[in-house]
């Protein structure tokens, strides 16, 4: 059986001025598959994923996301997807059930529900003891942790992750990313950017981005192959830094 596709991209191209900033990437994504969208620093990750959460219109070119147009169709993309980053995640200033209460009422979710998913996400992270602290109080690796749930509230076909382990130690990172495991197993694509060389051998696929453009695309195992390298790190090294 064929697997449904949950991210079509075709020729996609957004040019800043005369600068392409992304330069017509193709590239599918399944469902439930974990996808590790790779590039050194400026190579335009952040400026296609951007076109792909439906935040930035595309110059030219064509995609899909989660069955939605990116031209047309913007709106309903952002509500069938999640998103969180480093540097988007939740509300210090707010507590964690406040942050759970606030953001499920920004995904449209029904007070009763909002109730119900609070203490499930709670419980599953055993933050029993944290729930009436401050968010901004808390460790990082927790903060992304439960920013991490928090964007799973409205069971979105696909979360967009942008460098989601920033800054986290290792054994955090290692939980994060068995989260993401379950996450993909129950049939939520997972579209990931990271500059860890671990965490995409993680992934199902990776891509590759150099200068806006895709320029390798495979499983870890074919990408070492096709270089003939031992390391996710050598393939990056060959090909993003030449
Ligand atoms: P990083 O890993 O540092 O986040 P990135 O791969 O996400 O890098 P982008 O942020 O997408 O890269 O940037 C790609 C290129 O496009 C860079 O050269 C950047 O300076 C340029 N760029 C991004 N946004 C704009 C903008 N609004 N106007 C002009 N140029 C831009």
């Known amino acids: ?18 600068f392409t900033a992304v330069d017509k990437i193709t590239f599918e994504v399944k469902k439930g598959e974990i996808f590790g969208f790779l590039g050194a620093n400026g190579a335009g990750k952040t400026t296609a994923m951007k076109m792909l959460i439906g935040i930035s219109i595309p110059t030219s070119g064509e995609a899909k996301v989660a069955g939605y147009n990116v031209f047309t169709h913007a709106e309903d993309i952002k509500k069938n997807i999640g998103y969180m980053s480093q ?3 939740l509300y210090d200033d707010l507590t964690v059930r406040e942050n ?6 920004i995904y449209g979710l029904k007070r009763s529900e909002i109730k119900i998913k609070s203490e499930q996400l709670i419980n599953e992270l055993g933050l ?7 968010v901004g109080s808390l460790p990082l690796g927790w903060k992304q942790k439960i920013a991490f749930s928090v964007a799973l509230l409205h069971e979105p076909k696909i979360i967009f992750l942008d460098e989601p ?3 986290v130690d290792p054994i955090t990172r290692r939980q994060f ?14 579209f990931v950017t990271t500059h860890y060389m671990d965490e995409a051998e993680y992934c199902d696929r990776v891509s590759i ?12 195992t074919k990408l070492k192959e096709q270089f003939q390298v031992d390391t996710m790190n050598d393939v990056f090294l060959k090909l993003a830094r030449g």
Request: net charge negative; aromatic share 10%.
């Open 165 to 167: 382990t920033g800054g």
């Open 87 to 89: 540097k988007f995640a």
């Open 1 to 18: 059986m064929k697997q449904e596709n949950v991210i079509e991209s075709k020729g996609l191209t957004k040019m800043f001025g005369d």
């Open 100 to 105: 759970i209460t606030f953001f499920g009422g």
């Open 177 to 190: 990313w068995e989260m993401i495991y379950k996450t993909a197993h129950n049939g939520t694509t997972v």
């Open 128 to 134: 029993q003891d944290v729930a009436k602290d401050l």
């Open 209 to 220: 981005m150099v200068n806006g453009k895709i320029e390798a695309l495979d499983t870890p």
